[in-house]
């Protein structure tokens, strides 16, 4: 069975940094890429970043360029985000995700979609 | 960036009726990176449909989706009481994911 733990939220003040982490298992994490997917109190979902399963590749919003950083380890089967410089707008519930792997006709191409995801951490920016 | 706006906002039905969910990208979209999740008060969002109409593994055959280019639709043939939640569309295009602002489905 996939399963996905984020830890790592909490209150933290404008301009401060906090790392999440997504603890997996269930499936071969090495093998799949992963994404963090965020969502503000009473707001929809926003793609945060998504990461190679080798941790070759990092791609990132436009909105968390520069501040966020998304990495893995895939020794422990754990995913990060390291968050610096966060804003009041960043306070969200944050959801760690699963991507599919897509190969068609001998080639793999970029995940089409999340087919599991965490429970989510709260991360609240105040002061 | 692609955009993805869903109507309507909030969609009050009874169950038994049929539900008619849309999202419009800004642009075309490729209709292999077109999903659609269902999420409920607080719970994560579930995948339901893939490549905008193939149904992902347990979801019931009450949902399908259509589309291409630009205009997607979600269809849930005969509502249940478990299907009100909000819906969300979902994209991939050069190197971004997006999703749409979402659809509230709520009971009439």
């Known amino acids: 069975e996939v399963q996905l733990l984020e830890s790592g939220g909490g209150l933290v003040q404008p301009g401060g940094s906090l790392r999440l982490s997504c603890a997996a298992s269930g499936f071969t994490f090495s093998s799949y890429a992963m994404s963090w997917v965020r969502q503000a109190p009473g707001k929809g979902l926003e793609w945060v970043s998504a990461?190679?399963?080798?941790?070759?590749?990092?791609y990132y919003a436009d909105s968390v360029k520069g501040r966020f950083t998304i990495s893995r380890d895939n020794s422990k089967n754990t995913l990060y985000l390291q968050m610096n410089s966060l804003r009041a707008e960043d306070t969200a519930v944050y959801y760690c995700a699963k991507a599919e792997v897509y190969c068609s006709g001998g080639s793999c191409y970029p995940p089409r979609f999340f087919d599991y995801w965490g429970q989510g951490t709260l991360v609240t920016v105040s002061s | 960036e692609i955009v993805l706006t869903q109507s309507p906002g909030t969609l009050s039905l009874s169950p038994g009726e049929r539900a008619t969910l849309s999202c419009r990208a800004s642009?075309?979209?490729?209709?292999?990176?077109l999903a659609w999740y269902q999420q409920k008060p607080g719970q994560a969002p579930r995948l339901l449909i893939y490549g905008a109409s193939s149904r992902a593994t347990g979801i019931p055959d009450r949902f399908s989706g259509s589309g291409s280019g630009t205009d997607f639709t979600l269809t849930i043939s005969r509502l249940e009481p478990e299907d009100f939640a909000v819906y969300y569309c979902?994209?991939?295009?050069?190197?971004?994911?997006?999703f749409g602002q979402g659809t509230k489905l709520e009971i009439k």
């Open positions: 642009q075309s979209v490729s209709s292999s990176y």
């Open positions: 979902q994209q991939y295009g050069s190197s971004q994911y997006t």
């Open positions: 990461i190679s399963g080798s941790g070759g590749s990092t």
